[in-house]
């Protein structure tokens, strides 16, 4: 089992709506988690962090965390054509921070 | 801040040369993350430092593969000798503090033909 687990996809999502993206991690311990976004080419750049159960909104962004169930999962509300990238959850367990495959999304016109 | 700085953005080189990855993390930065990322497997953590001391290589392939960090603004990745198979984008990422978030370079993409 991974350690970092996420759909491949790709999740293709009409403009306007909400992406959905899930991710779940094995370790226990793990203490602060992240969703990445990398375009094709370019380098992950972040997007959210959250440490708390719950839900954690940043305008169009809402990470969510269930620490009993071992997941996070991000939404995109009004997704744009420009959020089509490839969304990489990070988990961080102490100083290691292990990325997951990564969920590719496509958001069509 | 210029954030983290990798040199060269390119490499291409033959089989069995040595090639070396260098990376400038962000100033004040006390932690230093090596990852390779391909296709097939994603993105790999290789390596990582705290305060310039390697914590964690147990993703480090294999030995031909190393890693120095001799301050607080400069570590290498060294791959000796080189082969195909690991042809793939290397990023060098940094953060503040023990479980904070990470910022990445641009990568190196490495093409061992």
């Known amino acids: 089992q991974k350690e970092v687990e996420q759909n491949s996809g790709p999740l293709s999502v009409p403009e306007g709506a909400i992406a959905s993206l899930n991710c779940t991690y094995s370790?226990?311990?793990?203490?602060?988690f992240f969703w990445y976004r990398q375009y094709s080419g370019k380098s992950p750049e972040l997007i959210m962090f959250?440490?708390?159960?719950g839900d954690k909104e940043d305008g169009r962004f809402t990470a969510q965390l269930n620490k009993a169930s071992q997941y996070v999962s991000l939404l995109i509300r009004d997704s744009q054509p420009s959020d089509s990238a490839t969304y990489l959850c990070a988990v961080a367990a102490g100083n290691k921070l292990t990325f997951g495959g990564g969920t590719r999304v496509l958001v069509k016109p | 801040d210029a954030g983290v700085i990798q040199s060269p953005r390119h490499e291409v080189t033959e089989m069995g040369q040595e090639v070396t990855l260098r990376c400038k993390p962000i100033s004040g930065h006390d932690y230093l993350f090596w990852y390779r990322q391909t296709m097939m497997r994603g993105l790999e953590l290789l390596i990582y430092f705290n305060n310039n001391v390697p914590i964690d290589d147990s993703g480090m392939p294999e030995d031909r593969f190393s890693a120095k960090m001799p301050n607080a603004s400069f570590s290498t990745l060294k791959i000796q000798p080189s082969e195909p198979r690991d042809s793939a984008v290397y990023f060098c990422a940094s953060s503040p503090k023990r479980g904070a978030k990470a910022f990445f370079g641009q990568g190196t993409r490495l093409t061992v033909v």
């Open positions: 959250i440490y708390s159960n």
């Open positions: 370790d226990r311990g793990s203490q602060s």
